[in-house]
């Protein structure tokens, strides 16, 4: 019933700035904290921040703190995510996901998005 599409994904340099965007199909996702994982090739998939229902608390993972920024507008059923001074290890798949309990960890993410790639050139 709930379908997430990403998308803002593509080719950058370093330094540079995306903006990606999760809409959300089905029911309304308020009352959900909506994620934001990624995967580069070879490597597990890892957290990279959320943000909660009405977006009062948020959480980053270390790697992107002071350059990404997880966002939602509830009204538009959206989650959003700033990444600025974009680096080449942030290459990768980059996935929306949906939770009805606030976590880190994949497994216990219920919604997922297809995945937009983010490819970031030297």
Same mark, same amino acid.
């Given at each position: 019933?709930?379908?997430?599409?990403?998308?803002? +994904?593509?080719?950058?340099?370093?330094? @540079? $700035?995306? %903006?990606?965007?999760?809409?959300?199909?089905?029911?309304? #996702?308020?009352?959900?904290?909506?994620?934001?994982?990624?995967?580069?090739?070879?490597?597990?998939?890892?957290?990279?921040?959320?943000?909660?229902?009405?977006?009062?608390?948020?959480?980053?993972?270390?790697?992107?703190? +002071?350059?990404?920024?997880?966002?939602? @507008? $509830?009204? %538009?059923?959206?989650?959003?995510l700033?990444?600025?001074? #974009?680096?080449?290890?942030?290459?990768?798949v980059?996935?929306?996901?949906?939770s009805?309990?606030?976590?880190?960890?994949?497994?216990?993410?219920?919604?997922?998005?297809?995945?937009?790639?983010?490819?970031?050139?030297?």
């Amino acid at each position: 019933q709930v379908q997430l599409v990403e998308t803002g +994904g593509g080719l950058v340099q370093a330094g @540079d $700035s995306l %903006k990606l965007s999760c809409a959300a199909t089905g029911r309304a #996702l308020s009352t959900y904290i909506m994620a934001w994982f990624r995967q580069a090739p070879g490597k597990e998939r890892e957290f990279v921040g959320f943000v909660t229902w009405t977006g009062e608390y948020t959480l980053h993972a270390d790697f992107v703190k +002071g350059r990404f920024t997880v966002s939602r @507008d $509830s009204a %538009k059923n959206t989650a959003y995510l700033q990444m600025n001074s #974009l680096k080449p290890e942030d290459t990768a798949v980059y996935y929306c996901a949906a939770s009805t309990q606030v976590s880190k960890i994949d497994w216990q993410y219920e919604y997922w998005g297809q995945g937009t790639q983010v490819t970031v050139s030297s």
